[in-house]
């Protein structure tokens, strides 16, 4: 057994337990403690530590993490120079992108970012939304906001630039997007010094690995069935065209068995197609994991 560790971070907060919830999927069980800032992890080679996805890019760039995972809003928020190993696609409400948007009230004249000049914004991603702006030619009063930044408008900001999902926040406070900085997922980046350490790079490739068939699994189910060699093509004609069934034949040179991956949303209406093709024994089994 290696006696090397490798230091992974964590999100702390809003990602902490969709995070957690995903390692436990992949095989990896963290446990959280209330006031601990180093979870417990089923891998002694691997040593947890929670930090917030704001501060996570930096930690990882000066090497006091190994990797970690944390959004790519983030990345280019702090500028910090780290090698992205994969994309995973989660967050804290669905499995959509996050977007920044620029807003205002309602009720505000202002129609593009051309408008803001001179105006002030209040922001938790100042470096993202000066850059927005100067793009564009354009110079604010770019605010740091603590928190609460949606009912910042109009008393105490002009605009806002905030993180959305699904946008009912932003409804609830009477807000309307006027432009769009950024969309943004969830990654894990690795310290360049770390991933071109052998044994740290296998072992972080590993985990991505475990994250992302996870991932790939979600919506996804398992069908198996019996057919008869003649209904086979009948049978084939009604299955998704980009899978490619196994099929393997049986005792009975008659019959074959069918096994295949479908999305979940698609069965209900399929199955029954499916018996009628001459399909038989069909059974839907779980996916938990799909590796490439």
């Not at 002030?120 to 100042?126: F, G, L, M, P, Q």
């Not at 069935?225 to 049978?235: A, F, G, I, K, R």
Request: hydrophobic letters at 45%; charged letters at 20%.
């Amino acid at each position: 057994m290696s006696c090397r560790t490798l230091k992974l971070g964590i999100p702390a907060g809003s990602l902490q337990d969709a995070t957690g919830l995903l390692f436990s999927r992949a095989g990896y069980n963290i446990k959280f403690a209330s006031r601990s800032y180093f979870p417990t992890i089923d891998d002694t080679e691997i040593e947890c530590m929670l930090i917030r996805a704001q501060e996570m890019a930096r930690y990882v760039e000066n090497g006091i993490l190994d990797a970690g995972i944390t959004g790519y809003d983030w990345i280019l928020e702090t500028g910090a120079d780290v090698h992205e190993v994969c994309e995973l696609i989660f967050s804290k409400v669905s499995r959509r992108p996050v977007r920044w948007v620029l807003c205002v009230p309602e009720d505000s004249p202002v129609q593009s970012a051309a408008d803001l000049q001179g105006k002030r914004i209040a922001t938790e991603v100042v470096g993202l939304t000066t850059r927005f702006l100067a793009a564009r030619g354009v110079t604010a009063h770019v605010e740091f906001s603590w928190g609460a930044t949606e009912v910042k408008p109009p008393k105490l900001a002009d605009a806002i630039v905030e993180v959305t999902e699904t946008g009912s926040s932003l409804r609830a406070n009477n807000l309307r997007i006027v432009e769009e900085l950024l969309q943004s997922t969830t990654r894990m980046i690795a310290n360049h010094d770390s991933w071109s350490d052998e044994w740290v790079r296998g072992k972080i490739e590993n985990i991505a690995l475990m994250l992302q068939s996870c991932l790939a699994a979600e919506g996804k189910v398992g069908l198996m069935m019996n057919v008869l060699e003649s209904s086979l093509q009948s049978v084939l004609s009604i299955l998704p065209a980009l899978q490619k069934p196994t099929v393997s034949h049986l005792s009975d040179p008659e019959w074959v068995a069918l096994n295949t991956i479908v999305d979940e949303s698609i069965v209900r209406a399929i199955i029954p197609r499916l018996k009628q093709a001459g399909a038989r024994g069909i059974v839907e089994y779980p996916i938990s994991k799909i590796i490439d």
